[in-house]
């Protein structure tokens, strides 16, 4: 069987990690779990709009699931599924780099 190609997901993982409002919702709810838009923006300094489009930028990249709560809410919570396909292609991009790297070493030393 292929390996399955990470750096599309990886793309997509970076990417919504480059903004920094996104990893503040990601980090809030890293720390208090699942949570509303409306609870978002009460606990950051981001308008609730701006964090609808955020947590659908989010969850476009795989990062957040949205769940259904009472009243209609909308509940989004971690997937980290995502961010460790992220992981797998950062250490694969290392394990590239350290041949050269340690050979640069080598020659300078």
Excluded: N
Excluded at 75 to 99: H, I, T
């Amino acid at each position: 069987m292929d390996k399955p190609d990470l750096e599309p997901v990886a793309q997509e993982v970076f990417a919504a990690l480059a903004d920094p409002s996104r990893r503040s919702i990601l980090a809030e709810l890293a720390a208090r779990g699942p949570a509303t838009a409306t609870d978002l923006a009460a606990r950051l300094p981001i308008t609730r709009q701006a964090i609808a489009k955020h947590l659908g930028l989010l969850a476009d990249a795989g990062l957040v699931v949205a769940e259904p709560g009472e009243r209609r809410r909308v509940r989004y919570r971690l997937d980290s599924a995502p961010m460790k396909v992220a992981q797998q292609f950062l250490a694969a991009l290392a394990r590239d780099w350290d041949g050269p790297l340690a050979a640069l070493e080598q020659h300078l030393s």
